[in-house]
């Protein structure tokens, strides 16, 4: 069954914001503070789900719902997983829309990072409603194109897409030819149960990024892709 949840709190306050951004000049911090305040009461975060069920895993191919999905990590990480959530969440078109007018392009990239924080907060609600719900002890995420290439390949959005189904209708989130999505900040994969955390972070080897949670993990990575 398809479930969407669109009345999702916003409680991060601007000043996470600015330690965030990393802003210190005065006029900056009260320009942030304005557009926060304007961004936060817009902005209306959604995640659209489906309960989903593991069909069948052989090599590196692994069948949910009838889709095939191949990826080495999905393969691994599913074993013994049977039930799972395939999901998108948004911060919503409603403050992309409104933050798409700004034409000041450090402003742009401010909004940006705020639409950034509503969406985590959208991916934290989602994975304790799931718990709380389902009385999972441990939930772990994996998404498309998160990593490396070879993790689980980003074109394998448009199966995922179909398996959560009905994504423009119900959040507006849609997926271009490149499989990137829009709003672009949004997140699509899957939701599951593990007897401890997965972090995609780990299995990437990418220096320098700025969004990594976790040090990458060689044994783990050899492990994976043996």
């Given at each position: 069954?398809?479930?969407?949840?669109?009345?999702?709190?916003?409680?991060?306050?601007?000043?996470?914001?600015?330690?965030?951004?990393?802003?210190?000049?005065?006029?900056?911090?009260?320009?942030?503070?304005?557009?926060?305040?304007?961004?936060?009461?817009?902005?209306?975060?959604?995640?659209?789900?489906?309960?989903?069920?593991?069909?069948?895993?052989?090599?590196?191919?692994?069948?949910?719902?009838?889709?095939?999905?191949?990826?080495?990590v999905l393969a691994v990480n599913l074993k013994n997983v049977h039930r799972v959530f395939a999901y998108v969440s948004t911060c919503g078109t409603e403050v992309d829309d409104w933050s798409r007018d700004e034409k000041d392009y450090?402003?742009?990239?401010?909004?940006?990072?705020?639409?950034?924080?509503?969406?985590?907060?959208?991916?934290?609600?989602?994975?304790?409603?799931?718990?709380?719900?389902?009385?999972?002890?441990?939930?772990?995420?994996?998404?498309?194109?998160?990593?490396?290439?070879?993790?689980?390949?980003?074109?394998?959005?448009?199966?995922?897409?179909?398996?959560?189904?009905?994504?423009?209708?119900?959040?507006?989130?849609?997926?271009?030819?490149?499989?990137?999505?829009?709003?672009?900040?949004?997140?699509?994969?899957?939701?599951?149960?593990?007897?401890?955390?997965?972090v995609n972070c780990s299995l990437c080897g990418r220096e320098n990024c700025t969004g990594r949670r976790v040090e990458f993990d060689r044994e783990l990575y050899a492990k994976t892709f043996k």
């Amino acid at each position: 069954m398809l479930r969407k949840l669109d009345t999702i709190p916003v409680a991060t306050s601007y000043k996470e914001a600015l330690e965030k951004l990393r802003i210190t000049d005065e006029d900056d911090i009260a320009m942030v503070q304005r557009l926060f305040e304007t961004a936060k009461e817009i902005s209306r975060p959604k995640v659209l789900y489906r309960e989903a069920y593991v069909e069948e895993i052989s090599g590196s191919r692994v069948r949910i719902n009838g889709l095939d999905f191949q990826s080495e990590v999905l393969a691994v990480n599913l074993k013994n997983v049977h039930r799972v959530f395939a999901y998108v969440s948004t911060c919503g078109t409603e403050v992309d829309d409104w933050s798409r007018d700004e034409k000041d392009y450090v402003v742009s990239l401010w909004l940006d990072m705020i639409k950034e924080l509503f969406l985590h907060e959208a991916n934290i609600f989602f994975k304790e409603y799931i718990k709380n719900s389902y009385k999972f002890k441990t939930l772990s995420f994996i998404n498309p194109g998160s990593g490396n290439k070879d993790n689980w390949p980003i074109s394998q959005q448009t199966q995922l897409f179909t398996l959560v189904g009905s994504v423009n209708e119900e959040i507006g989130v849609t997926l271009t030819d490149s499989f990137l999505m829009v709003p672009v900040k949004s997140t699509s994969g899957l939701l599951y149960p593990s007897e401890t955390e997965f972090v995609n972070c780990s299995l990437c080897g990418r220096e320098n990024c700025t969004g990594r949670r976790v040090e990458f993990d060689r044994e783990l990575y050899a492990k994976t892709f043996k």
